[in-house]
């Protein structure tokens, strides 16, 4: 079985290109967290997506949108201008979901002055004038 999840950020802008007759691709890169020995990193998968599903891509991400992608990987062994043998990576994406949205980026302001308030009420309710019986706690 061949079969990949992966949840990252747009390392840039979708750009399509035109192959043959009505074909449609768009190759990018996606920024995804990994941990090693407790050490947080990042890896750059190369992603490869065709058609109906590049043109939505373009319309409705920009570079650092968040998407979960899954695919199939896939490997193209080649030759580079230098001679030598060269072997890339790429995720053939099947399907993919948006985790946030263009206009996300623009709220944030808004939601952080949300969770500060939420914060402030929090912060200034008396523990005294919760009252817990034992039917409410769910163990």
Do not use: H
Request: include cysteine; charged fraction near 30%; charge should be negative.
């Amino acid at each position: 079985m061949n079969k990949v999840i992966l949840i990252g950020r747009l390392t840039r802008d979708i750009e399509i290109k035109n192959v043959g007759n009505d074909l449609k691709v768009a190759e990018f890169s996606l920024a995804v967290d990994n941990f090693v020995n407790g050490k947080k990193g990042v890896d750059f998968i190369s992603c490869v997506v065709w058609n109906k599903q590049a043109e939505t891509l373009e319309k409705y991400t920009s570079k650092g949108s968040l998407i979960a992608v899954e695919g199939s990987i896939s490997n193209n062994s080649f030759k580079n201008k230098d001679g030598f043998n060269v072997t890339k990576t790429k995720i053939n994406v099947s399907l993919f979901k948006f985790l946030d949205t263009k206009s996300n980026s623009t709220n944030n302001n808004e939601d952080e002055e949300e969770t500060e308030n939420i914060d402030e009420v929090l912060d200034n309710t008396d523990e005294e004038d919760i009252e817990v019986s034992d039917d409410d706690l769910p163990f």
